[in-house]
């Protein structure tokens, strides 16, 4: 079996809506190219000796047995850690999927190169996008933004529906001038791809991973990071202000 | 009409409850039954049911009665009920367990007294103890005793748990139902005749409790002052009016209710337990309507109509169903305005009792699911049952029901599905335990617990022979428990025939039919059937594929195996760990899935083959209140890697950390199970973290709820098959419980954490620790996880 035919995982299960559309068997791949310090799965962030490896068979044959849950236009999730992390096997595995007819998604954080074809592949697809300003979006996350804006792009053109998701963080993107900056590159992505399935959310900083960081020994960092509703309500504000779907998925 | 106040009338509702927690004596179900002994011989002459009623007339006439000055309803069913349900009492302790088999130990149950003095309650237990029904109940316990010793099965006599028609007595008064009755003479029988008479004076007790309550609430009246007065009024008014006429306005509708629920729950004290109210909302709704109360009023009433339900320091009166919503056979909702109004006063109260049911389907209204969600996710507050009315019909269609009658159908106790006032379903009749049943079988008919020889009809063989015809000689033996079950239970309905019930049978079509709903040789009540509480199904499919996986790979271990299960797996634990390994129950594999639906499939129809006193079919029912750990208890270790006396599999769920993966791949190995043949109900139970609903308000997390939970499981458009149609869910986490445990004034000031048991819920810090440490247990985080 060839390092392409397997996937890493940390986690697997279901859950409605919060992760594609409908309900959804969800595999967490391990590894990640960021170091986002509010990551609500840190122990996803390497592979570690804890991971299941499963074939793409193997997966391909669960979701099959799962096809009842796949209720309300679900279906196969991979989510991670950084499913381009894993790019081979990833994208044996939507093909694979595709071709027994189940829905894919993807949630990434859309900063990898050459993962065009994932992007293209795959039904829908989920990525993040966690500050307009590169420099500041570099020093937190270590993430180069024009890959970013690349690869959102890409998908985007394809016609292909593309979730946009800015997690909300007080002191990181929450000000003002974030708000504006974020709605304005948004605006661009749709006047570039006419995309009529570009979609945008917001998600508020949480704190679920929190534990986790202490029972994996390592140090939680982010103090603060609740905003406030006026702080959401700006950015959709924005966001509306130029014609884009925001939903809450 | 004097007008309610909703804010008062609240503040009093709760010290109502506040008085009811405060007392811990019960005396009132001594003194009817002492009454009714003392009238015994004066009553001889008259046929059974006649002589019943007009005991029963002489104690309502005696009974003291009072009305609180927080009451706005007069009435109690206090004195029916005695401290006697046992997880609920401190007391309490697994291994003591005998069940409720012994009528005459209620008398263990009340404190001697300078009025109840040791010598007058020794006297009534052996008066009682005479009585045909203790005589003819005790030669059936008698004959079973090597059975039921180590709970091969258990059966009992069933009182209580039936849901009664109240409706036309609501809308019509009792006058009419005597009037209906005497009609009825006219071309009754000779048995139907006197049956009639006994219905005529078993209602005139109701009409003699209103009467007293009346006088009561006169005498308060002439020294009443300010709204007090006003509330006097309206009572005494009210209480002229009804139960013997029709109810108009609601209030009037909830005091006739009371009056009559007091009635039928003496009529069988002491313990009635489990008698359900039905579509409560579709009951009160007319009068709601027609009065034009507010939500808030309405609620205002209903909070008062709750604490009735509570009796005593610790909500002694069990497993009264309430239920809301549902459907009609066409589809159409049939939520109403009365279904909030008892959804708030619910909420507010936060009562033991009486439990609160829901019937949701697929055209269930979003906002039902947003008015959920404060249940849900308020620590320490009543979650509701949920059930699939659209599942109920297809179920209950197959099972002979008329479809017409399918939209009355609504909870006895916990979650048996019985149509209001037509189905006798005598539903707590038997308990079936197929992990003894395994035990035994692979045992040659020897207890592993306590050495002693209990029976099988399987002939001895060797280890590998045992093992590899497992299914053979497992079910053959379980048909034989199965016949020796059912002939005992038979045995017990008889028994409990002697005690004829003719006010309940006038709620329940003993007016149409003339019999009385007890009556053994005439059907009383438009169906009848048994019921069977089947358990241990996961545990013994468990089981079979672990032993098929000894078989395959080391088949030279068969007779370890049985040896192992004799000492449970002590010096063995590499082979349980072997035998653990083995695919379980509630994680998606079609091997054991299969094998689990299919041993359900030929329980239940093993079962449902079974005849009843009246040549009815028994109902198999696979739920286990609690009794998956009393009965667990005297099972021994078993092939699947469970050990001596631990606790069986909850209902039909996977027995406690066995089911890995999460709640998805749980829910898709329930749906495998044959549901259509579960006409006598089952349970199942969630433990949900509630860390998965990330809605910031709580409408929002009960329709995340829905689509999480309920959907995949109850409406899924995808399950080919008829889809679950029972639920109960504890949204906590064994933290939060644990919590609660270590510092009750911190997280309960109240004094009540309300959480479920199985069908019914309970104040958990009223709870015994065994069963407290049961709820922590079968949490079981890892079978219900959603991935976030």
Redesign the interface.
């Known amino acids: 079996m060839e390092l392409s035919d397997n996937i890493f995982i940390f986690q697997k299960g279901f859950n409605y809506s919060q992760d594609g559309p409908g309900n959804r068997l969800v595999y967490h791949l391990c590894g990640c190219n960021l170091k986002c310090p509010w990551c609500s799965n840190p122990e996803g962030m390497t592979l570690t000796e804890k991971a299941e490896k499963l074939s793409v068979t193997d997966i391909v044959k669960e979701a099959l047995s799962c096809r009842m849950m796949f209720i309300d236009g679900g279906g196969v999730t991979l989510t991670g850690g950084e499913v381009t992390c894993q790019k081979p096997a990833v994208l044996n595995l939507i093909k694979a999927l595709k071709e027994n007819n189940l829905h894919t998604c993807i949630e990434t954080n859309a900063s990898i190169t050459d993962c065009e074809e994932i992007f293209s592949e795959v039904d829908y697809m989920i990525a993040d996008f966690k500050s307009p300003f590169p420099d500041k979006l570099k020093a937190v996350t270590g993430a180069d933004i024009n890959i970013i804006k690349n690869n959102l792009l890409y998908r985007a053109k394809t016609g292909k529906p593309l979730l946009i998701r800015i997690p909300l963080i007080n002191s990181f993107n929450a000000s003002p001038e974030d708000a504006v900056a974020f709605a304005d590159f948004f605006e661009f992505l749709q006047k570039e791809s006419n995309n009529d399935n570009l979609f945008f959310e917001i998600l508020t900083y949480h704190e679920y991973g929190k534990e986790k960081y202490e029972k994996l020994g390592k140090e939680y960092t982010v103090c603060d990071g609740f905003v406030t509703d006026n702080d959401v309500k700006a950015l959709a504000k924005e966001i509306k202000k130029r014609n884009l779907k925001l939903i809450n998925t | 009409m004097y007008k309610f106040n909703p804010q008062l009338t609240t503040e009093k509702a709760k010290l109502l409850f506040k008085e009811e927690r405060a007392i811990n004596h019960l005396e009132g179900w001594f003194i009817v039954k002492e009454k009714e002994q003392k009238a015994d011989e004066k009553y001889s002459d008259l046929a059974p049911t006649r002589r019943a009623a007009e005991k029963f007339r002489e104690a309502v006439k005696v009974l003291p009665l009072s009305i609180s000055d927080n009451a706005i309803f007069a009435g109690t069913q206090r004195d029916a009920f005695a401290r006697s349900y046992a997880l609920i009492n401190p007391s309490f302790r697994v291994e003591t367990f005998a069940g409720y088999c012994d009528p005459t130990a209620v008398y263990d149950d009340i404190t001697p007294t300078e009025e109840f003095t040791k010598e007058r309650i020794d006297a009534l237990r052996e008066l009682d103890k005479k009585t045909d029904y203790v005589k003819a109940l005790s030669r059936v316990y008698e004959k079973c005793e090597t059975l039921t010793g180590e709970v091969a099965f258990f059966i009992e006599q069933v009182t209580g748990h039936l849901i009664p028609d109240m409706r036309y007595a609501l809308k019509n008064g009792i006058k009419a139902m005597l009037n209906d009755i005497e009609e009825k003479q006219k071309t009754a029988n000779k048995d139907q005749y006197e049956n009639y008479e006994a219905m005529k004076v078993a209602l005139d007790c109701a009409l003699i409790l209103a009467k007293r309550y009346k006088e009561i609430a006169e005498e308060k009246l002439a020294v009443a002052e300010g709204n007090r007065k006003e509330e006097l009024k309206l009572l005494v008014d009210t209480l002229e009016k009804v139960p013997e006429n029709g109810a108009e306005t609601l209030y009037e509708a909830i005091q006739s209710f009371i009056i009559l629920w007091e009635t039928m729950c003496l009529e069988q004290a002491p313990n009635p337990f489990a008698f359900s109210v039905g579509n409560a909302d579709r009951i009160f709704e007319p009068y709601r309507a027609k009065d034009t109360l507010s939500r808030e009023e309405t609620a205002a009433l209903f909070k008062h109509f709750l604490v009735f339900f509570n009796v005593a320091d610790r909500s002694w009166a069990i497993s009264q169903n309430l239920i809301v919503s549902g459907r009609d056979k066409n589809g159409n909702d049939l939520t109403n305005p009365s279904t909030y109004a008892l959804l708030d006063a619910y909420y507010e109260m936060n009562l033991p009792q009486p439990i609160l049911s829901v019937k949701l389907h697929k055209n269930t209204p979003q906002k039902l699911y947003e008015e959920l969600g404060r249940f849900l996710f308020t620590p320490g507050c009543l979650t509701p049952s949920f059930f699939n009315d659209d599942s109920l019909y297809q179920v209950l269609s197959k099972a002979g029901i008329d479809i017409d009658d399918i939209e009355d159908t609504s909870i006895a106790g916990c979650q048996e599905p019985l149509i209001m006032g037509k189905d006798n379903g005598n539903t707590t009749n038997s308990w079936f335990n197929l992990g003894k049943v395994l035990e035994l079988t692979l045992n040659n008919g020897y207890s592993t617990i306590t050495g002693e020889k209990i029976g099988t009809v399987c002939e001895e063989t060797d280890a590998l022979s045992a093992l590899k015809n497992i299914r053979e000689r497992f079910y053959k033996n379980a048909q034989y428990f199965c016949d020796e079950m059912v002939k005992a239970a038979n045995g017990a309905s008889r028994a409990i025939s002697h005690l004829p019930v003719p006010f309940l049978s006038t709620v329940m079509g003993g007016i149409e039919s003339g019999y009385d709903t007890r009556d053994i040789n005439n059907q009383g009540t438009k169906y009848n059937g048994s019921g069977c509480l089947i358990h241990g199904t996961s545990v013994v499919a468990d089981s079979f594929i672990a032993i098929d996986k000894l078989i395959n790979e080391r088949p030279e271990d068969a007779q370890n195996l049985l040896d192992a299960l004799k000492c449970n797996f002590e010096g063995y634990e590499e082979l349980r760990e072997f035998l653990l390994s083995a695919p379980k129950f509630g994680n998606?594999i079609?091997v054991i899935d299969k094998e689990t639906a299919e041993l359900t499939s030929k329980i239940a129809d093993m079962v449902r083959a079974q005849k009843n006193y009246l040549g009815n079919n028994f109902r198999p029912d696979f739920s286990t209140p609690s009794t998956h750990l009393l009965y667990g208890y005297w099972v021994g270790a078993l092939p699947c890697g469970r050990k001596s006396r631990d606790m069986l599999n909850y209902g039909v769920d996977p027995l406690y950390g066995e089911a890995q993966?999460?709640?998805?791949?749980r829910?898709?190995s329930l749906?495998k199970l044959p549901f259509d043949k579960m006409c006598g109900g089952y349970a199942s139970h969630f433990g949900i973290d509630p860390?998965y609903f990330?809605s910031n308000n709580y409408e929002g997390k009960g329709v995340?709820f829905r689509?999480?939970v309920m959907?995949?499981l109850f409406f899924?458009?995808?399950?080919e098959n008829v889809s679950p149609f029972y639920l109960y869910v504890n949204v906590t986490t064994a933290e939060i419980l644990k919590k609660v445990l270590a510092e009750p004034k911190k997280y309960a000031p109240s004094g009540v954490y309300i959480m479920r048991i199985h069908g019914t819920f309970v104040n958990f810090l009223d709870l015994s620790p065994a069963i407290q440490q049961d709820i922590i247990r079968r949490l079981d985080p890892a079978s219900t996880?959603?991935?976030?």
């Open positions: 998606n079609d993966n999460g709640l998805g791949f829910t898709l749906m860390k990330s995340e689509d999480k959907k995949p899924n458009e995808l399950n996880a959603v991935t976030c």
